[in-house]
């Protein structure tokens, strides 16, 4: 299956360096911590949430 850019399929990995990030892709959530990824499609719908009173850093990585 190809990509909307004809290169296959795309992937996004949000690497955890500092703090909590919540992310929800499609309807399912995930709690991430620091040290913590996850990869997933990056066509899919997608939200990033900081619930936390901390500062979060991530590193996003797309895969081409």
């Known amino acids: 299956v190809l990509g909307s ?8 990995r949000q690497i ?8 929800t892709v499609e309807n399912q959530t995930f709690t991430l911590s620091k ?7 990056a066509n899919k719908v997608y ?10 850093r991530f590193h ?3 895969f081409y």
Do not use: C
């Not at 850019?5 to 996004?12: A, E, I, T």
């Open 47 to 56: 939200v990033y949430k900081n619930t936390h009173n901390t500062t979060t």
């Open 60 to 62: 996003n990585v797309i």
């Open 16 to 23: 955890i360096d500092d703090g909590v990030l919540e992310l």
């Open 35 to 41: 040290g913590q990824s996850i990869k997933f499609l």
């Open 5 to 12: 850019r004809g290169l296959g399929d795309v992937y996004k």
